[in-house]
């Protein structure tokens, strides 16, 4: 006979597990924090012309952007540039309370997710970066610095239309021109530790060492508020269709789409419908029942046979989110609340300093939790789960848009330490980092595949849909 332990027996065998590995992590902490002073970022320096606002830092810089890179548990190693050229020069920087916040997260212990099944055997990122030429995988080196390159433009524009940075206009040219360097010089040049998460991590620090640090936040207000009022009605209709997991875990995939990080869907984003929340909620649900079919990683029968077995229904899960907007609330909040139905305790985990459109902690805590309590969805499940503990919001640690378990908060952490299931959300952490990842736990990775090369590794088309279910390690 099979049985899943209890939320107690995990939680001790996760306190086992967790707590020695705490030093190792915050060694890695301490070497992640050198990152801070850019070594690596900048390839020449100039001032900004007009009106002085920001103080100039000096930086001893290598020529090589990226031969400075991450240890593999992120932080930076004391590797020399094949080019041995260096220099020194004055970045400009903008000192704001936002930057402050920034270095206060990087400051806070790191540890790792207590339910990793062997954090040595642990690996992040699902595909190669630079597999070589005679590597068999047919995306190379160059596939991938093209993509990040396809989606630059969103990112200068929404640099552009910050209006909380002075000059916007001609720093978003210098970060234009610095990541572009930056992709030119990888291409160019053999980086064996080449990944998404360095990628990810020099064009976000580019963004905020000139003073970008949420630049997608105007675009990802509207969209939360838009999708806020439009859950009451998508909750409605999926109440009168008496919506199943197939349904709920399509509306996780229809809500995904919403992603400013991939050239695809930025596309789809500016052609769409952006009207009002009649508008939204007919868009959602048209993409539910269209765009939603396709699976290219396939356990749905093993989810959905864990998923009606109604003697072991989970006690406790944390899901990592992704996307603001309609991803997060209309197609995270509807799962969840299914949950808290079934009388699972819900956490939602998200990244505590902001990266491209995703949700922020303070977001949640913010907006969407007291526009939660203040709804009458039927009978006010939202508004008695916050009231009750039942669902509840923690920040990951993470500021990026992928993220790497063994590096989350320590809050974080000792949530999860109770949980019998996590959920990861999206492209970014639940498939381009975390889809072999091996749990102690029932582990779900919901996703659309919105890059195209993303696709072909995967074996099916743009905007197909991974549905990863893997039982933990503690089922026995």
Not at 119 to 131: K, Q
Not at 224 to 246: D, F, T, Y
Not at 338 to 352: P, Q, W
Request: charged residues 30%.
């Amino acid at each position: 006979m099979t049985f899943l332990r209890s939320g107690k027996e995990n939680r001790e065998i996760a306190i086992e597990r967790f707590f020695p590995l705490q030093h190792k992590t915050r060694e890695r902490d301490e070497d992640f924090q050198d990152f801070a002073t850019l070594n690596a970022c900048m390839f020449g320096f100039f001032r900004l012309s007009g009106k002085r606002t920001t103080k100039t830092t000096p930086l001893t810089t290598r020529w090589c952007a990226h031969a400075n890179s991450f240890a593999r548990g992120g932080g930076a190693t004391n590797s020399t540039c094949p080019r041995k050229g260096r220099m020194t020069a004055t970045a400009p920087t903008t000192t704001t309370k936002d930057d402050s916040d920034v270095n206060e997260m990087k400051k806070k212990t790191k540890v790792p997710f207590p339910h990793l099944r062997d954090i040595h055997a642990y690996e992040p990122t699902t595909f190669l970066y630079n597999p070589g030429e005679l590597h068999p995988q047919k995306i190379k080196k160059q596939d991938w610095i093209r993509v990040f390159r396809m989606a630059l433009p969103e990112f200068t524009k929404r640099a552009k239309m910050d209006e909380t940075v002075e000059d916007a206009d001609v720093k978003s040219e210098v970060f234009r021109e610095r990541f572009e360097k930056y992709l030119n010089d990888l291409n160019e040049n053999e980086d064996e530790k080449m990944n998404v998460i360095h990628m990810c991590r020099f064009r976000d620090e580019c963004l905020r060492r000139l003073g970008f640090y949420d630049c997608f936040r105007t675009v990802k207000r509207e969209e939360n508020m838009k999708a806020l009022e439009a859950l009451p009605r998508v909750l409605e209709r999926l109440e009168e269709e008496n919506a199943g997991i197939l349904e709920l875990v399509k509306g996780v995939f229809a809500g995904n789409i919403f992603d400013l990080g991939a050239a695809a869907s930025q596309a789809l984003f500016t052609d769409g419908d952006k009207g009002g929340e009649d508008d939204i909620s007919k868009s959602f649900f048209e993409t539910r029942d269209t765009k939603t079919d396709v699976f290219v990683v396939n356990n749905f029968d093993a989810l959905k046979e864990r998923w009606n077995d109604l003697t072991r229904v989970h006690e406790k899960c944390c899901i990592f989110v992704d996307n603001a907007g309609a991803d997060v609330i209309l197609g995270v909040l509807p799962l969840a609340r299914e949950m808290l139905k079934r009388g699972t305790k819900v956490v939602l985990c998200a990244n505590d300093v902001p990266s491209i459109n995703d949700i922020t902690i303070k977001e949640l805590e913010e907006l969407v939790f007291p526009t939660l309590l203040r709804m009458n969805d039927k009978d006010n499940v939202f508004k008695k789960a916050i009231e009750s503990g039942q669902l509840a919001c923690i920040g990951s640690g993470s500021d990026l848009p992928v993220i790497d378990l063994r590096e989350i908060s320590e809050p974080c952490a000792n949530e999860c330490l109770d949980c019998d299931l996590a959920v990861l959300i999206g492209m970014g952490r639940g498939i381009e980092t975390n889809l072999r990842a091996e749990f102690s736990i029932d582990r779900i990775n919901l996703g659309m595949v919105k890059h195209e090369e993303v696709a072909q590794l995967l074996n099916g088309p743009l905007y197909s849909c991974v549905c990863a279910f893997n039982a933990g390690a503690n089922t026995v």
